[in-house]
T-cell receptor, first 114, second 109 residues
Framework: DSGVTQTPKHLITATGQRVTLRCSPR?????VYWYQQSLDQGLQFLIQ???????AKGNILERFSAQQFPDLHSELNLSSLELGDSALYFC?????????????FGSGTRLTVV | DAKTTQPPSMDCAEGRAANLPCNHS???????VYWYRQIHSQGPQYIIH???NNETNEMASLIITEDRKSSTLILPHATLRDTAVYYC??????????FGGGTRLMVKP
């Protein structure tokens, strides 16, 4: 157990729907990072939050959004889902904003869009 | 971030040292070298990082050449549980780590 908790572990939904993925960072970590891993794209950085504020943005689609709450958990919202959004979504956390000492990843949410 | 080049796959005998190379010839002075691994669709796991000095922790050793253009991750006594994809990443900000294709290490009995 890495200390980073992601729920749900698996999610199957239809095209056009909206889902929310949840991440609780390791105790004491203020930064949360979201990554998407699909078969043809590898691990892609989506977005980072630090202590409730957006810190860095990667290749995140406009249909996707995220936020970090006062208790530091984070949610990734995916809307108007397409077949190509099927992927593993990982959350990671680190103590600082820069993540110098490395990230701790959760075990991921496997999203299947049918 | 500087681009990295890793062999797509490597084999290693169980109990032997696994030496995973990474080329990062365009690395700049303030960029760190990070290594992560991913075991079969689990979340990636941080292994080690360094700037210019060699580093060692309980998992591995990181050897960075003097010109910093390449590095080697060493798993001193590989076990079957070390079978994974190993990612070498060069980054100067500590965030927005960019994962490439990595090296698929197969440890064989």
């Amino acid at each position: 157990d890495s200390g980073v908790t992601q729920t749900p572990k698996h999610l199957i939904t239809a095209t056009g729907q909206r889902v929310t993925l949840r991440c609780s960072p390791r105790s004491g970590d203020l930064s949360v990072y979201w990554y998407q891993q699909s078969l043809d794209q590898g691990l892609q950085f989506l977005i980072q939050y630090y202590n409730g504020e957006e810190r860095a943005k990667g290749n995140i689609l406009e249909r996707f959004s995220a936020q970090q709450f006062p208790d530091l958990h984070s949610e990734l919202n995916l809307s108007s889902l397409e077949l190509g959004d099927s992927a593993l979504y990982f959350c990671a956390s680190s103590r600082e904003a820069q993540g110098w000492g490395g990230y701790t990843f959760g075990s991921g949410t496997r999203l299947t869009v049918v | 971030d500087a681009k990295t080049t890793q062999p797509p796959s490597m084999d290693c005998a169980e109990g032997r040292a696994a030496n995973l190379p990474c080329n990062h010839s365009t690395i700049s002075g303030n960029e760190y070298v990070y290594w992560y691994r991913q075991i079969h669709s689990q979340g990636p796991q941080y292994i080690i990082h360094g700037l210019k000095n060699n580093e060692t922790n309980e998992m591995a050793s990181l050897i960075i050449t003097e010109d910093r253009k390449s590095s080697t991750l060493i798993l001193p006594h590989a076990t079957l549980r070390d079978t994974a994809v190993y990612y070498c990443i060069v980054n100067n900000a500590g965030n927005m780590l960019t994962f490439g294709g990595g090296t698929r290490l197969m440890v064989k009995p």
